[in-house]
């Protein structure tokens, strides 16, 4: 059984960090709180390729390096979580990342001491690829749930910008589910 989670939004809060950083480097704020991918809502960049050089290049590191995880502990819920499991699971984490935002989020993960059997960095091209090799997708990313498989399981972690979404489960944080083992039976009572 293999258990793929997205880093983005269910462990890292980059859409947070991604304000803080714009407001430092261009002394002004967001037009208001980042709370979706959608980025160039928010800001003032003229188009799509100056936010990419602006992600990564000119501030890579301080956003997907020095995010804060999206609550307090939960990558240390994932890592006990990850120590329960059975020994026929894997757990593999995934980001959709280019250039400098690999290295960026290696460190993030070390800093937090992520354990995982994989860490794989995804193109938006190949999200089938990454689904064929996946049991349950744990996920808030809109591309990966729309791309869901029939016979797959889909957890949404639920945000403002994927909650219309259909999946397996929904719940607000990773903390939800106490084993993957039973992640659907044991969440579904909880909630």
Same mark, same amino acid.
């Given at each position: 059984?293999?258990?793929?989670?997205?880093?983005?939004?269910?462990?890292?809060?980059?859409?947070?960090?991604?304000?803080?950083?714009?407001?430092?480097?261009?002394?002004?704020?967001?037009?208001?709180?980042?709370?979706?991918? *959608?980025?160039?809502?928010?800001?003032?960049?003229?188009?799509?390729?100056?936010?990419?050089?602006?992600?990564?290049?000119?501030?890579?590191?301080?956003?997907?390096?020095?995010?804060?995880?999206?609550?307090?502990?939960?990558?240390?819920?994932?890592?006990?979580?990850?120590?329960?499991?059975?020994? *026929?699971?894997?757990?593999?984490?995934?980001?959709?990342?280019?250039?400098?935002?690999?290295?960026?989020?290696?460190?993030?993960?070390?800093?937090?001491?992520?354990?995982?059997?994989?860490?794989?960095?995804?193109?938006?091209?190949?999200?089938?690829?990454?689904?064929?090799?996946?049991?349950?997708?744990?996920?808030?990313?809109?591309?990966?749930?729309?791309?869901?498989?029939? *016979?797959?399981?889909?957890?949404?972690?639920?945000?403002?910008? *994927?909650?219309?979404?259909?999946?397996?489960?929904?719940?607000?944080?990773?903390?939800?589910?106490?084993?993957?083992?039973?992640?659907?039976?044991?969440?579904?009572?909880?909630?």
């Amino acid at each position: 059984m293999i258990i793929s989670i997205t880093i983005n939004g269910v462990l890292r809060d980059i859409l947070s960090k991604f304000e803080e950083v714009y407001e430092k480097y261009y002394d002004t704020k967001v037009l208001s709180s980042v709370v979706t991918p *959608n980025l160039l809502e928010y800001v003032d960049f003229k188009d799509e390729e100056e936010l990419i050089d602006f992600l990564y290049n000119d501030a890579t590191m301080e956003i997907f390096g020095q995010a804060r995880e999206v609550e307090n502990n939960v990558i240390s819920y994932l890592i006990d979580l990850y120590k329960e499991m059975p020994s *026929n699971y894997k757990l593999r984490i995934v980001s959709d990342e280019l250039g400098k935002s690999k290295p960026a989020t290696l460190w993030f993960l070390a800093k937090y001491g992520v354990v995982c059997d994989e860490i794989i960095f995804y193109h938006k091209n190949n999200i089938k690829d990454i689904w064929e090799t996946t049991d349950i997708f744990i996920t808030t990313d809109t591309k990966i749930i729309e791309t869901k498989p029939k *016979n797959k399981k889909l957890i949404i972690i639920d945000k403002c910008y *994927n909650s219309d979404m259909v999946s397996d489960l929904r719940i607000n944080s990773i903390k939800k589910i106490t084993s993957f083992e039973n992640a659907f039976e044991e969440t579904i009572a909880i909630e």
